[in-house]
């Protein structure tokens, strides 16, 4: 009935007063019931396997502790072993033989780091059992004795994930993780190392929908959630310990492993704006003068120039269509008689001679009144010291350019409109504060083909050539593309 | 990093508050740029998504509608319409007219300074001086074609500059008004640059 420490044959209905000159439990504990002492066997269990399955490296002194005098420490090291023995489940499969190898492994370790007494004492140990066959945790893991010995005897239920002890024992996979199940169940019971219990948590809502026994339940990508990889992420120095885990399935926890998902997430993450990037950048090239290079204004910038464009298409159509037009008035009457500007937008769109015949008086070339709309458009364009704004209403043209810097462009100007065949009608402007501005208004000599963009675009490159040259004397004049 | 400017931003408004007040005023503030900044960062993103919108609006070939495509749909149409304007201008181009402007230009001239007479408007030429860098000059001249280009180059070429001018066209003349500037700071006189104006018109 009572536990006898030598055969390690506990009937968890005996008085659990062990006698024997290897066990020490503290007699002023009188209780014999074994949930009494299971609760002994509960409170110091955690103590002797938290040290284990922490970071080693972190908790020198709890394995200490745990290897050092502490009597009762010890006597269930002691115990341990035996009620592995005791059971007469899976226990006495090759299982426990693998924990206590692994046990000692490490306690021998450990042992080497510590004083040599204790080294002697845990060495001269029987292979540290885990608790697993506590009586406190037959409830929880019912399913234990009657597994199988290969299998780990622990249900789905008690998944957990997988203790750091296994670091010792890189083989002792299905086994480790047995051995940690209820370790961890206890540990949940004492305060821990927050990284531990933070990185574990919240992988212990994910392994119960995993069914591989023992196993961590994160296996492939979608047992990981992004928060849970992100809290792995950052507790950088215990993913060391939960990297070093392998098993059977392939446990994706760790830096390199476990991060896959997240990192996949990163990687695409960042291809996608990256792309995304390069994109606004090529936007960006297609417009003639960009300010400012973040995104609003580019896009605000590509809408005025998409604008333009459609305005110069219509314009050069239309003066495309004039120009057939008049020649075919020319071949009829012998005389330039295109005086209007009739703008049809559909009719421009369309290109078709008969629907502008539609709209002018047919047969009248001499006729000079204005029939249906008039030819408009309008243009600015912006550089970074200069604005002009092009507006032609028919054949007159109106500029308006300002110009930031001290730079006395009128001559420049005069010349780029003799250039284009405009007629100087009128010029007003000066010296205006910082800027130079001027307004000019011309009319467009009859045959010539001047669109608005052609003019803004001419005007902007002198005007600029001579701003960044910041010269004196005015380079010469760019040639007339007409 | 905004937080840090807005941050410095305050501190100087606190500066300015007084010293004493800063440290009371470092929570409301950091409060307050933070709202400011959320509400900042909220109106950009809105004012881009709207700009987006309108980019969307734009373009024709619309194929999906998230921000990636719209900005490839809105670069393949610019590309389009470029090529467009440049097809349709070479056509332009090709099919210039010859202008038949040489026989009518002269003709204008010969009007102008008909006209002029015929109106009562003499051609002028007066300087008078501001101050001892600036001259102010009217001239009143038949319009001829691109005249005012030649006077400016003209003019340029002796060192004069215009900087306030006002140039009309009525009835066949052309009124200058301006105000004229040595080039480089020099001192004008008044009798000599008229002298000069009224050579270089009777050369243009």
Sequence with gaps: MIADLDTAYFDPNSIAVPEGPDVEFPRTQDHPHSYHLLHQLQENVPADFADYSCDISNDHPTVEKAIDGDPRNTSNNRVMPNFVDGQASSWNSNQPGLLQDMLQQLVADQAQMQNGTATQKSSGEVPLMPPPDHLGFFHLFPSARSSSSTSPPWPSSSLLPKP???????????????????????????????????????????????????????????????????????????????????????????????????????????????????????????????????????????????????VTVNELNLLLERKRWGRERRCKRRRVAVDEEVE????????????????????????????????????????????????????????????????????????????????????????IGEHYSFLLTSKIFEGSTVYASAIASKVIEVVDRQYYAAAAAPPPPSSCSY | MDGLCLGGIGGG??????????????????????????????????KLSQRLLTLRSLVPKITNMNMATIIDDAVTYIVDLQKNVKALSDQLLETEAPCEDGPKASVDEIDTAQEMEANGVKPDVQVTSIDEHKLWIKIIIPKKKSRFTKLLETLSVCGFELTDTSVTAFKGAMLILSCVEGASGEMLKASRTKDLLLEIIKGI
């Design chain 1, 164 to 310: 750091p002890l296994s670091y010792a024992n890189p083989n002792a996979s299905a086994a480790s993780s047995v051995l940690y199940d209820p370790l961890f169940h206890l540990r949940n019971l004492q305060p821990q190392p927050p990284p531990m219990g933070e990185l574990l948590y919240p992988y212990a809502g994910l392994a119960h929908e995993d069914n591989n026994g023992g196993e961590f339940a994160v296996n492939g990508e979608g047992g990981m959630t992004t928060t849970a990889a992100m809290m792995m992420m950052m507790y950088g120095e215990d993913e060391g310990v939960l990297e070093m885990m392998e098993g059977g399935n392939r446990v994706k926890i760790g830096k390199r492993r476990g991060g896959n998902k997240l990192t996949k997430h990163f990687a695409t993450e960042r291809d996608r704006r990256t792309q995304l990037n390069e994109k606004y950048v090529a936007l960006r090239d297609l417009i003639p003068n960009p300010t400012k290079f973040d995104r609003a204004s580019i896009v605000g910038d590509a809408i005025d120039y998409i604008k333009e464009l459609l």
């Design chain 1, 344 to 431: 049809e937008e559909d009719a421009a769109v369309d290109g078709g001679e008969s629907s502008i015949t539609a709209v002018t008086p047919p047969g009248d070339p001499a006729d000079r009144s204005f029939n249906g709309a008039l030819r408009s458009s309008c243009l600015q364009r912006k550089s970074k010291a200069t604005e002009v704004d092009v507006r032609i209403v028919n054949d007159e043209v109106t500029i308006k350019l300002v110009q930031r810097k001290k730079i006395n462009c009128l001559l420049l100007m005069t010349r780029v409109l003799s250039e284009l065949q405009l007629d100087l009608h009128h010029v007003s402007g000066g010296h």
């Design chain 2, 13 to 46: 408004e606190n500066g300015r508050i007084g010293r004493g007040q800063l440290e009371d005023n470092d929570d409301d503030d950091d409060t307050q740029y933070k709202s400011k900044n959320l509400e900042a960062e909220r109106r950009r993103r809105l």
